[in-house]
T-cell receptor, first 116, second 112 residues
Framework: AQKITQTQPGMFVQEKEAVTLDCTYDTSDPSYGLFWYKQPSSGEMIFLIYQGSYDQQNATEGRYSLNFQKARKSANLVISASQLGDSAMYFCAMREGGEYGNKLVFGAGTILRVKS | AAGVIQSPRHLIKEKRETATLKCYPIPRHDTVYWYQQGPGQDPQFLISFYEKMQSDKGSIPDRFSAQQFSDYHSELNMSSLELGDSALYFC???????????FGPGTRLTVL
């Protein structure tokens, strides 16, 4: 069963505008973590933001914020003031369980293109 | 800040050859993970180690093996390489104090 769903294969956004990348997840575990990673064309995986299942507030890291709606099982990434350098593949991922050494399960990704 | 180091960055092998990928985690990180990302795909978990012991295993072929050494670096050994093993192989590390996995730059393996 698909655990992480990213329904937007590709997105366009105008430079300096905000964009929301969607992510829904499926788990029955009460303890889990949600992550967003950025993968530019060069290939590296860059950590952007993390949300724990018990966190009361939405996570923010600079221009990135995570819109966490637990009841809907969604963890959308919001990028404010888009820049040309934001053009990349974005992956949503989930870690289940409270034990250490647990793997990440990734969604299929969303390609974001920022237009000047 | 120090990041995860992977070597080599690029590797070209012939079918049926062997390959060894190395990973040096962020200092004081105790857990290492290996992921495989095929062309146009999302990363798939292979195996992880916590304090030098295997902690989790994913869809890792029997032809692959891995271990974590006393200095916490890890090696992924791949034998009888097949064309389908061509992929980007990531190592990631994390600390018991933090949930986040930090990825290395990856090793791009091409099997001809």
């Amino acid at each position: 069963a698909q655990k992480i769903t990213q329904t937007q294969p590709g997105m366009f956004v105008q430079e300096k505008e905000a964009v929301t990348l969607d992510c829904t997840y499926d788990t029955s575990d009460p303890s889990y973590g949600l992550f967003w990673y950025k993968q530019p064309s060069s290939g590296e995986m860059i950590f952007l933001i993390y949300q724990g299942s018990y966190d009361q507030q939405n996570a923010t890291e600079g221009r990135y914020s995570l819109n966490f709606q637990k009841a809907r099982k969604s963890a959308n990434l919001v990028i404010s003031a888009s820049q040309l350098g934001d053009s990349a593949m974005y992956f949503c991922a989930m870690r289940e369980g409270g034990e250490y050494g647990n793997k990440l399960v990734f969604g299929a990704g969303t390609i974001l293109r920022v237009k000047s | 800040a120090a990041g995860v180091i992977q070597s080599p960055r690029h590797l070209i092998k012939e079918k049926r050859e062997t390959a060894t990928l190395k990973c040096y985690p962020i200092p004081r990180h105790d857990t290492v993970y290996w992921y495989q990302q095929g062309p146009g795909q999302d990363p798939q978990f292979l195996i992880s180690f916590y304090e030098k012991m295997q902690s989790d295993k994913g869809s890792i072929p029997d032809r692959f093996s891995a271990q974590q050494f006393s200095d916490y670096h890890s090696e992924l050994n791949m034998s009888s390489l097949e064309l389908g093993d061509s992929a980007l192989y990531f190592c990631a590390s994390s600390s018991i104090l933090e949930d986040t996995q930090y990825f290395g730059p990856g090793t791009r393996l091409t099997v001809l």
